[in-house]
Every structure is written in C-alpha cells, then in structure tokens.
C-alpha cells in the first residue's frame, strides 16, 4: 500500500510561484502516473497535471497550462508540482493520488485521499 504525503503549499500573491511535493512511503511509486487535483473553496475537486511513470508524458488542465510543470525523481520517490504565475482562482487544497491509468482525470475514480496542502494566492 502506498502513501502519498503532500506539503509546500502556503500564502504567496499573485504572480508569485510554489512547488509542492508528493512524497510516497511505504512502497515505490515509481512503476506508477501520479496526478495533482485540486479543491477550490466551496467547490468540488478537479483534476489539475499528471505524469506518467516514466515521466516522459504529461498532461495538464486548460487553466493550468503553461504555468504549472510536473516533474518526478523516482530515486527520491516524489513528485512535484512546480506552479507560476499563480492567480488568485488557483487558491484551493491541492492533493495528489495514484490514478490507475495516466488518462485518468475524474476525481470520482479515486476511493481516498490523502490531507492535501493549502495553496492561497492573494491579489
């Protein structure tokens, strides 16, 4: 079973940048894609970047792309979330999970998640 920590967020203002991180334990994550969501205030939990277990293919949601680059070290058995250029709409709790497959972006497919780290961008 694998166990997916989540930390690096905080209060930054716009335009400013943020990298999370996605630390597995447990069991290596490095066979697997690994996805970023998000959870914005008083709304429902939406995919935002996923990379696959090579970290040769990514895929990112229309309103991140071009600012946020997810990358992964599998020796250090993490995933990041590099985010720029951030806006005030990109403040949510942002969680990472194993999906099943790389293509997989429907945050109903996932049975748990993990704390997530809040990530707040003031104007």
């Known amino acids: 079973q694998v166990h997916l920590v989540e930390s690096g967020g905080g209060l930054v203002q716009a335009g400013g940048s943020l990298r999370l991180s996605c630390a597995a334990s447990?069991?290596?994550?490095?066979?697997?894609?690994i996805a970023w969501f998000r959870q914005p205030p008083g709304k429902g939990r939406e995919f935002v970047a996923s990379?696959?277990?090579?970290?040769?293919?990514?895929s990112y949601a229309d309103s991140v792309k071009d600012r946020f680059l997810i990358s992964r070290e599998n020796g250090k058995n993490t995933v990041y979330l590099q985010m720029n250029s951030l806006k005030p709409e990109d403040t949510a709790v942002y969680y990472c999970n194993r999906p099943r497959t790389f293509t997989e972006t429907r945050a109903t497919s996932f049975d748990s998640w993990g704390q997530g780290t809040q990530v707040t961008v003031s104007s």
């Open positions: 447990g069991r290596t994550v490095s066979g697997y894609a």
């Open positions: 990379i696959d277990w090579s970290g040769g293919r990514t």
